[in-house]
């Protein structure tokens, strides 16, 4: 991936104002390490991207089977599963969320 998607995606944000109040993030998963850096990536590619999405924790197995997942962790953006079973990293995870 080229390193400068970043910077693109922060000028397609400021271009076309995606920014939203209502964005949210869902983290899946039983709290294991990988868990737990997928919530960090995804915390850093909002603050990067300077929006404030509402990211949560889903740990409840039933809960995430519900939204179909099952394999963790996994990444939800507007109730779309985005990855599962894997680790995006911060600047995937900027693409995600500009793609919507």
């Known amino acids: 991936i080229n390193s400068q998607v970043g910077c693109k995606a922060c000028r397609f944000i400021r271009?076309?104002?995606?920014?939203?109040?209502d964005m949210k993030i869902e983290i899946l998963g039983m709290g294991c390490p990988k868990?737990?850096?997928?919530f960090e990536n995804a915390q850093a590619a909002a603050k990067e991207?300077?929006?404030q999405p509402d990211i949560t924790k889903i740990e409840q197995i039933d809960q995430i089977v519900q939204r179909g997942v099952m394999t963790t962790p996994a990444l939800v953006i507007d109730g779309k599963v985005k990855a599962a079973g894997s680790v995006p990293d911060v600047?995937?995870?900027?693409?995600f969320i500009v793609k919507g």
């Open 15 to 21: 271009k076309y104002g995606i920014w939203r109040m």
């Open 35 to 38: 868990c737990k850096k997928l």
């Open 49 to 51: 991207l300077n929006i």
């Open 91 to 95: 600047v995937k995870i900027k693409e």
